[in-house]
């Protein structure tokens, strides 16, 4: 079954079952070059020592701009109904050159 919702654009936008059931990720991993920012999300295992990207989004840069600000706007709207969000160092999130990855994407 798929389910259908308007964006704030009015574009219906339609989220098939399979993808409404979403990928988990404990680890982003984000690179960038002059024309395109890739978010490799990826899931870590306790005890394994290779982890495998589960899902890559490639946007654009004036995308990735709108995504932050989106991100943003929705943390500070779940921080006033929810509480703060703790946040211990930069886990979760790295830079290619963290994990020894060479070049751009």
């Given at each position: ?13 339609e ?11 404990n ?14 999300f ?33 943390v ?26 060479i070049?751009?994407?």
């Open positions: 079954m798929n389910h259908n919702q308007q964006s704030n654009s009015g574009i219906e936008v989220l098939a079952d399979d993808v409404a059931q979403g990928v988990y990720s680890l982003a991993i984000i690179a960038h070059s002059s024309s395109e920012f890739v978010l490799d990826v899931r870590i295992v306790p005890n394994v020592p290779k982890a495998k990207v589960k899902s890559r989004i490639i946007l654009t840069p004036e995308h990735a701009k709108r995504l932050l600000s989106a991100l943003t706007d929705n500070n709207k779940y921080e006033k109904q929810f509480g703060p969000i703790n946040v211990q160092g930069q886990q979760g999130f790295m830079m290619p050159s963290m994990l020894g990855v070049g751009e994407a």
